[in-house]
C-alpha cells in the first residue's frame, strides 16, 4: 500500500514557477515508478511526466518537455515536479501517482493522490 498526498498548487501568473511535491508513505516507495497527471475541467486526465524507482529515468509529455522536471528523494519519501514557464494551458489539477512501471498511461499507476489544484492567470 501506498498513500499520496500532494502539494504546492496554487495560482501563479503565466511565466512563473510551481514546485510540487507529493509525499508517499508505504514500505514501497522506494520499488514504484512515480508520475504526475493532470486534469483540466471538461478534459480526460493526461500524463505529464513520470519517474523510474531510481530516478535514473524520466520521461515527459512533449507539452512539457523542458519547462517541466520531475525528480524524487528516496529517503525522504518525496517525488517533486518543478514547473517553469507557467502556460495558461497548464491550468488543472495536478496528481502524483505510484506504479509498477514508468509510464504515461494512467492504467499502469495502482495508487494515486487527491491532488493540488494549479491555476495559471494570463
Known amino acids: 500500500q501506498v498513500q499520496l498526498v500532494e502539494s504546492g498548487g496554487g495560482l501563479v501568473q503565466a511565466g512563473g514557477s510551481l514546485r510540487l511535491s507529493c509525499a508517499a508513505s508505504?514500505?514501497?516507495?522506494?520499488?514504484?515508478?512515480m508520475g504526475w497527471f493532470r486534469q483540466a475541467p471538461g478534459k480526460e486526465r493526461e500524463f505529464v511526466a513520470a519517474?523510474?524507482?531510481?530516478?535514473?529515468?524520466?520521461y515527459y509529455a512533449d507539452s512539457v518537455k523542458g519547462r517541466f522536471t520531475i525528480s524524487r528523494d528516496n529517503a525522504k519519501n518525496t517525488v517533486y515536479l518543478q514547473m517553469n514557464s507557467l502556460k495558461p494551458e497548464d491550468t488543472a489539477v495536478y496528481y502524483c501517482?505510484?506504479?509498477?512501471?514508468?509510464?504515461?498511461?494512467?492504467?499502469?499507476?495502482?495508487?494515486w493522490g487527491q491532488g493540488t489544484q494549479v491555476t495559471v492567470s494570463s
Open positions: 501517482a505510484a506504479g509498477q512501471s514508468r509510464s504515461s498511461s494512467p492504467k499502469e499507476y495502482d495508487y
Open positions: 519517474i523510474s524507482w531510481s530516478g535514473l529515468s524520466t
Open positions: 508505504g514500505r514501497t516507495f522506494m520499488h514504484s515508478a
